[in-house]
């Protein structure tokens, strides 16, 4: 049944928690986007009235938002610039740890599969070069476009950020698998190395 009128946001998570729950979770994290894409479960549980069972139903909630994203990702099946990498990525937008994704391609850059390298910074990814090209000779890849978020939001690449794009092209080269693109992931934009920074594939 569609709803004749819009509700607030407190109307909505009143379907989920209490309604002075409700208010004070608005209160302090502002909308419902940032409720459910950066709060996390202990701070949920912080708000009187969120047991275990409603702060389940919150994660139900969550989890039918990631099952969402991922099938979306699916119908992705090729990925061959920087406006189909960033969508492909867009799930990393509202990740709070910085997350580094190796896109494993065919020679048609077709996907062949999506993995996760490490949590945290790229600063503590310079094994993930090593990583990255074990999955893509698994995998018999021929192309690799990597990805990772900023979680201040900002998509700017660090100093660090340019010697990992610049180490995973050289690997690449030595390794005969296309380094395709490095892309920055943020809330308030996104960042192509290969676009923005061409000179280093030269």
């Known amino acids: 049944m569609k709803l004749s009128y819009?509700?607030?946001?407190?109307?909505?998570?009143?379907?989920?928690?209490?309604?002075?729950?409700?208010?004070?979770?608005?209160?302090?994290?502002?909308s419902l986007?940032?409720?459910?894409?950066?709060?996390?479960?202990?701070?949920?549980?912080?708000?009187?009235?969120?047991?275990?069972?409603?702060?389940?139903?919150m994660s139900m909630v969550k989890?039918?938002?990631e099952r969402i994203d991922e099938e979306r990702r699916q119908e992705l099946t090729d990925v061959s610039d920087d406006k189909t990498a960033f969508a492909y990525f867009k799930f990393l937008t509202d990740k709070p740890k910085e997350e580094l994704w190796a896109l494993l391609l065919t020679t048609k850059n077709?996907?062949?599969?999506?993995?996760?390298i490490?949590?945290?910074?790229?600063?503590s990814s310079w094994a993930g070069v090593r990583e990255v090209y074990h999955e893509a000779v698994h995998h018999l890849a021929a192309g690799?476009?990597?990805?990772?978020?900023?979680?201040?939001?900002?998509p700017e690449p660090s100093l660090e950020d340019v010697n990992v794009t610049r180490k995973?092209?050289?690997?690449?080269?030595?390794?005969?698998?296309?380094?395709?693109?490095h892309v920055i992931i943020g809330r308030y934009g996104n960042y192509s190395f290969y676009v923005q920074r061409p000179?280093?594939?030269a």
């Open 6 to 30: 819009p509700l607030s946001d407190e109307e909505l998570l009143a379907a989920f928690v209490p309604k002075n729950s409700a208010q004070k979770l608005v209160q302090e994290y502002n």
């Open 33 to 57: 986007y940032h409720i459910f894409t950066r709060v996390s479960d202990e701070q949920l549980q912080q708000i009187a009235g969120i047991g275990k069972a409603r702060l389940r139903k």
């Open 63 to 65: 989890e039918v938002m």
């Open 110 to 116: 077709q996907v062949l599969a999506c993995k996760q």
């Open 118 to 123: 490490s949590v945290g910074t790229v600063n």
């Open 144 to 154: 690799v476009i990597l990805a990772h978020n900023h979680p201040s939001g900002d």
């Open 168 to 181: 995973m092209i050289q690997v690449g080269e030595l390794m005969d698998i296309r380094f395709l693109d």
């Open 199 to 201: 000179e280093l594939w």
